[in-house]
């Protein structure tokens, strides 16, 4: 199989129903930038911790689905879609950090270690995808869930960016304002 079809050289590419649309759809642009947090993540793996990294490949899985399901118009009961189990298995690890973190007292700076600094990227990559998401949602119908999910993964990767960084013994830095 080739890697180059030619099909996007006019500045149009295919949804999953094979309608051609423009590359910058308020779909393509969901899921590209649903692609651009999962690159990040990317970068971050392996971290060093097991338990993060599991938690990390499974949300790269999910945004797949993500993907999937913002590249589908019109989806049948068989097509990959996210599904409220996927944002409460992100709530439970939320959840989880509880008794590792210290309570938040106040805003922080994003950064720490290089991985706790990739994970506060990511998350405000996701944070675009979401608003991308949303815009999305609010010209035709899309999967809730996906929105959901993608709102939901923002707060779980500043509370595992705050894990790393801590486990790295990384300080946690306020702003001056």
């Known amino acids: 199989m080739k890697i180059y079809t030619g099909r996007g050289d006019e500045g149009m590419t295919d949804l999953q129903n ?16 649903v692609d651009e947090a999962n690159a990040l993540l ?10 993060i990294d599991e938690q990390l490949a499974g949300i790269q899985n999910h945004l797949h689905i993500v993907q999937a399901d913002f590249a589908n118009p019109e989806p049948d009961e068989d097509d990959h879609r996210v599904r409220e189990d996927h944002v409460e298995q992100l709530e439970g690890w939320i959840d989880g950090y509880d008794d590792e973190l210290d309570p938040l007292q106040k805003f922080i700076l994003p950064g720490g270690s290089e991985a706790g600094a990739k994970l506060h990227h990511a998350r405000a990559v996701t944070r675009r995808a979401e608003r991308r998401a949303v815009a999305l949602a609010g010209a035709e119908p899309v ?3 996906a929105v959901t999910y993608l709102n939901r993964l923002s707060d779980a990767l500043f509370v595992i960016a705050r ?12 702003p001056s304002y």
């Open 42 to 51: 990317g970068t971050v793996r392996p971290t060093g911790y097991d338990d």
């Open 143 to 145: 999967n809730e869930a």
């Open 18 to 33: 094979m309608d051609r649309v423009a590359k910058t759809d308020p779909r393509i642009e969901a899921y590209g930038t």
């Open 163 to 174: 894990a790393v960084n801590k486990r790295e013994g990384s300080r946690e830095e306020n």
